[in-house]
T-cell receptor
Framework: ETGVTQTPRHLVMGMTNKKSLKCEQH?????MYWYKQSAKKPLELMFV???????ENNSVPSRFSPECPNSSHLFLHLHTLQPEDSALYLC???????????????????FGEGSWLTVV | GQQLNQSPQSMFIQEGEDVSMNCTSS?????WLWYKQEPGEGPVLLIA?????ELTSNGRLTAQFGITRKDSFLNISASIPSDVGIYFC??????????FGKGTKLTVNP
């Protein structure tokens, strides 16, 4: 138990569906992240929220839409995805992240268990 | 941008053997993190390093922040079957984003 909970753990959706991934952290952190993990690729940072404000969008297609209603919750809304979007989507959190993207000493990020997404 | 090379890509070892893996970067890093990811799960933090030369242990795991600040290694002593998984390094320097290595897949034969 890392303190970061993701639901659902597995999701299969058609290309015309609309679905959402949910992340909740119980660590009192202020920064939350979405990462994408595809086979044989390094982890790809998608979005960063710092104190509920989006501070990074790593050129992610608009079919992925994040939402951060508060510092404890993060959503990833999915719409008209492509089969190549199938991957493990990981949520993470950290104590805080500066607007320059620096990670201060001690502000290590902690991951959730991931949501396996399959687009058919 | 910053790049990380993690090696080896995979390792097949016998239970009881020691394991060593490393990461090197193209530029100086201020932070090195080591994670383990088991099948179907998210990465779990093993060790965090914040100072050049720092040597930190977590049970049978030991990691070091290289003095050049461009590399880090992770050692696992006396491996056991539950050590199987993918080990990732991650590093960050200056105002750059945290970058991850491609992982080292470890298989331990009983």
């Amino acid at each position: 138990e890392t303190g970061v909970t993701q639901t659902p753990r597995h999701l299969v959706m058609g290309m015309t569906n609309k679905k959402s991934l949910k992340c909740e952290q119980h660590l009192g952190h202020n920064a939350m992240y979405w990462y994408k993990q595809s086979a044989k690729k390094p982890l790809e940072l998608m979005f960063v929220y710092n104190f509920k404000e989006q501070t990074e969008n790593n050129s992610v297609p608009s079919r992925f839409s994040p939402e951060c209603p508060n510092s404890s919750h993060l959503f990833l809304h999915l719409h008209t995805l492509q089969p190549e979007d199938s991957a493990l989507y990981l949520c993470a959190s950290s104590q805080e992240r500066s607007t320059g993207g620096r990670i201060n000493s001690g502000n290590t990020i902690y991951f959730g268990e991931g949501s396996w997404l399959t687009v058919v | 941008g910053q790049q990380l090379n993690q090696s080896p890509q995979s390792m097949f070892i016998q239970e009881g053997e020691d394991v060593s893996m490393n990461c090197t970067s193209s530029s100086i890093f201020n932070t090195w993190l080591w994670y383990k990811q088991e099948p179907g799960e998210g990465p779990v933090l093993l060790i965090a390093l914040y100072k050049a030369g720092e040597l930190t242990s977590n049970g049978r795991l030991t990691a070091q922040f290289g003095i050049t600040r461009k590399d880090s290694f992770l050692n696992i002593s006396a491996s056991i079957p539950s050590d199987v998984g993918i080990y990732f390094c991650a590093g960050q320097g200056g105002s750059e984003k945290l970058v991850f290595g491609k992982g080292t897949k470890l298989t331990v034969n009983p």
